[in-house]
């Protein structure tokens, strides 16, 4: 079980940015929103903490699409049964839908890989490239902007191996940001989890975010299973954005 220590720090952490700050939506989280970068940006995302190590790199080459790989590192602690290893996945992402005032809309997601958030005892690291997976990010706005809602939706499925029945579940997640004060500091919430063949226990996590300019977001989260057992603990994450340099196809 996770020590009541690294609970306390966790707790403090976010208590004191929560009275200090106001951040949000924190890169770290399973959750995603609909939007894709402007076309020709690049994403560089890298996140640190006591049970994920993570670099992502997302490239916005066409209007509305995404194409993203990241690779996973689990670092092992004293209440995690999974081995350390590393997983990678790549995946494209199309904004399929934006309302006119461009704070909500939904997305298409798919691609081939394993995410911290869904390894479990059933579907393996070394499973990483016979799963399959695709999921609808969805942002509802409210009260003028300040509470933004995503709900994700999807699906996965790990092909056998040696004859074994390819092993299929439904993916969810979901995520509340609340923004106080001004755009650029929020707090948020999300549950996210897997039911089916390759189930994973439900986990929880708050986090924090902050953007201070146009390049750049960070991001401080806690996280943990609702049993209280293997969660990915306190996580601290770096996003940066890059000019419009890389475009493919037409212009918008």
Same mark, same amino acid.
């Given at each position: 079980?996770?020590?009541?220590?690294?609970?306390?720090?966790?707790?403090?952490?976010?208590?004191? @940015?929560?009275?200090?700050?106001?951040? *949000?939506?924190?890169?770290?989280?399973?959750? $995603? #929103?609909? =939007? +894709?970068?402007?076309?020709?940006?690049?994403?560089?995302?890298?996140?640190?903490?006591?049970?994920?190590?993570?670099?992502?790199?997302?490239?916005?080459?066409?209007?509305?699409?995404?194409?993203?790989?990241?690779?996973?590192?689990?670092?092992?602690?004293?209440?995690?049964?999974?081995?350390?290893?590393?997983?990678?996945?790549?995946?494209?992402?199309?904004?399929?839908?934006?309302?006119?005032?461009?704070?909500?809309?939904?997305?298409?997601?798919?691609?081939?890989?394993?995410?911290?958030?869904?390894?479990?005892?059933?579907?393996?690291?070394?499973?990483? @490239?016979?799963?399959?997976?695709?999921? *609808?990010?969805?942002?509802?706005?409210?009260? $003028? #902007?300040? =509470? +933004?809602?995503?709900?994700?939706?999807?699906?996965?499925?790990?092909?056998?191996?040696?004859?074994?029945?390819?092993?299929?579940?439904?993916?969810?997640?979901?995520?509340?940001?609340?923004?106080?004060?001004?755009?650029?500091?929020?707090?948020?919430?999300?549950?996210?989890?897997?039911?089916?063949?390759?189930?994973?226990?439900?986990?929880?996590?708050?986090?924090?975010?902050?953007?201070?300019?146009?390049?750049?977001?960070?991001?401080?989260?806690?996280?943990?299973?609702?049993?209280?057992?293997?969660?990915?603990?306190?996580?601290?994450?770096?996003?940066? @954005?890059?000019?419009?340099?890389?475009?493919?196809?037409?212009?918008?």
């Amino acid at each position: 079980m996770r020590s009541a220590h690294t609970k306390l720090i966790g707790a403090t952490v976010l208590l004191l @940015f929560a009275l200090t700050a106001d951040p *949000a939506l924190a890169q770290q989280f399973n959750s $995603d #929103n609909y =939007l +894709s970068k402007p076309h020709g940006v690049a994403t560089i995302i890298l996140t640190t903490g006591e049970r994920n190590l993570m670099w992502m790199t997302t490239f916005s080459l066409f209007p509305r699409w995404e194409f993203t790989a990241a690779a996973y590192l689990f670092t092992e602690t004293a209440d995690r049964t999974a081995a350390t290893g590393y997983s990678t996945s790549y995946y494209a992402k199309w904004m399929l839908y934006e309302n006119e005032a461009k704070t909500g809309g939904i997305a298409v997601k798919g691609g081939t890989g394993l995410e911290p958030g869904y390894v479990n005892n059933s579907v393996k690291l070394e499973d990483a @490239f016979r799963s399959y997976w695709i999921n *609808a990010p969805l942002t509802l706005p409210f009260f $003028d #902007n300040r =509470l +933004s809602w995503d709900i994700m939706p999807g699906a996965s499925l790990t092909l056998g191996e040696g004859g074994e029945e390819p092993v299929g579940a439904f993916t969810y997640a979901t995520r509340l940001a609340w923004y106080p004060f001004n755009p650029k500091l929020a707090i948020a919430g999300e549950v996210y989890g897997a039911e089916g063949g390759s189930e994973a226990i439900p986990e929880y996590r708050v986090g924090l975010r902050w953007e201070p300019s146009q390049y750049a977001v960070f991001a401080l989260t806690y996280d943990d299973e609702f049993d209280g057992t293997k969660g990915a603990g306190i996580e601290f994450g770096v996003m940066l @954005f890059t000019p419009p340099f890389a475009r493919l196809g037409g212009g918008e």
